[in-house]
C-alpha cells in the first residue's frame, strides 16, 4: 500500500471502542475518520463525545464510504462473520474483536472473502499483542523452566447485564466464547502448538455456560486446564509448571493502563539441597518481570497498520484464528456429550 497514514471507521458504538479510541488517535500512523451505529441519535452522540468527524446512521453506509481504509469492528459474536465478509467485499481491511467467527466453517468464509479482495483481517486478540505474551514463549523456547509439563488459565468475573448478548447463545454468548478464549488462545501461543485432545465441562444454567471447566491435551505431553466464568469473583491468572521452575503470570489476559503486569520465576537457586525431604522447597530464586505502563491496544493497532502498509506478517493469522476457533468448538462439544474430543 502507497498510503503513510490509514483512515478507521469504527462499525458499532460497543464499550470495547473506548480502549481503541485513544490509540488510534495517538497513533502517527492512523486516523479515526468515522463511526457506524444502527441509529441516527447513538452515531451523531458518539462522534460529537468522541471527537470523530464523519458519523454514520447504519453500518452499510460507512462501508460506501471511499475514505475509509480499515474498518474495526466490535459487533456480539455471532454478527463477525456476516460484518467482516460485507468488508471485505467493500475493499476494507478488518480489525475483528474477538472470537473472529464461531464456528471453524465461518472462520474459512472470512479467509476467502480476505483472499479474493485483498484484504487483511486480523482478530484483535489484544493478549496476544502484549510484549508479555511473546516474553513467556520465549521462556518456554529457551527452556527456562526445564520440559513444560502443565498450564492452567484462570478467567472470571460476575456479569450483572441481564440484557448483554453474553447470556444468548444465539449470539455466540457463553463464558468460553468470552473468556475461555483468551485462555485457549495462550496456551496455544505459549507452547507453539495445537491440542491433540480435549475434555470439558460446564454449567448452563441460563442456557449458556455460565462457568467452564476446560482441558487440553498437547502431543508433547502437556496438559492445559483452565476455567471461565461469568458467575464469580473476578479474578486472572495464568501459570505454567516445569521440570525445573514455575512461571506465574497476575495479568495474562487484561490490560489497564493503571496496573502493572507482572511475570513471576521461580526456579532452583543452584544450592545444595539439604531438606528432610530432598523436594527442594528451600532452594529457591525469584526473577520478576515487571510490565508498567504497557498499551497493549496500542502494540495491536500499530502492528496491524504495519500488516497492511508494509506487508508485516499478521500477529494472529487467519489459520491461527480457524485453529483457536476449533478448539473452543471441540470444548464445547465435549461439555454437551461429556466425553474426550479427539482434534
Ligand atoms: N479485546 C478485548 O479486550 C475485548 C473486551 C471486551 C469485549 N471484546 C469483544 O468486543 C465485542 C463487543 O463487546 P462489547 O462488550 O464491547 O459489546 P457491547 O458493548 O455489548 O456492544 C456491542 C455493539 O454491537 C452493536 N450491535 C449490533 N447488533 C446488535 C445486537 N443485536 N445486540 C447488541 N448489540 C448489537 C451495538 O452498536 P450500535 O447500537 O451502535 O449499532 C452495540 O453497541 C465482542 O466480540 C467481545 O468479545 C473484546
Known sequence: MTKKRLQWGLLSTARINER?????????????????????????????????????????????????DVVYLSLPNSLHKEWVIKCAEAGKHVLCEKPLAISPEEVSEIAEAAKKNEIIVQEAAMMRFHAQTSYVR????????????????LFSFTLK????????????????????????????????????EVY????????????????????????FHFFS?????????????????HIYLDMPWLNRLNRSATIQIVCDDGSKDESTFSDGLDNR???????????AYQDEVESMT????????????????????????ALYQSAR???PIRL
Open 20 to 68: 481503541l479510541i485513544p490509540c488510534l488517535k495517538k497513533s502517527n500512523h492512523n486516523e479515526l475518520l468515522a463511526i457506524a451505529s444502527r441509529s441516527r441519535n447513538v452515531a451523531d452522540h458518539y462522534a460529537e463525545s468522541h471527537g470523530i468527524s464523519r458519523a454514520y446512521a447504519s453500518y452499510e453506509s460507512m462501508l460506501e464510504d471511499p475514505d475509509i
Open 138 to 153: 520465549e521462556l518456554v523456547v529457551q527452556e527456562k523452566i526445564g520440559i513444560i509439563r502443565m498450564v492452567r488459565g
Open 161 to 196: 447485564r441481564p440484557d448483554d448478548y453474553r447470556f444468548d447463545s444465539k449470539m455466540g454468548g457463553g463464558s468460553l466464547w468470552d473468556l475461555g478464549s483468551y485462555c485457549v488462545s495462550f496456551s496455544r501461543a505459549i507452547l507453539g502448538a495445537e491440542p491433540v
Open 200 to 223: 470439558a465441562i460446564q454449567n448452563d444454567k441460563r442456557g449458556v455456560d455460565l462457568s467452564f471447566s476446560g482441558h487440553l491435551v498437547f502431543s508433547s505431553g502437556v496438559f
Open 229 to 245: 466464568s461469568f458467575d464469580a469473583f473476578a479474578h486472572i491468572e495464568a501459570d505454567l509448571l516445569g521440570t525445573e521452575g
Open 285 to 295: 530464586k525469584t526473577d520478576r518481570k515487571i510490565y508498567h505502563k504497557v498499551n
Open 306 to 329: 504495519r500488516s497492511i502498509l508494509y506487508g508485516e506478517t499478521p500477529v494472529i493469522s487467519l489459520k491461527d484464528s480457524f485453529n483457536n476457533i476449533s478448539v473452543i468448538t
Open 337 to 339: 456429550e461429556g466425553k
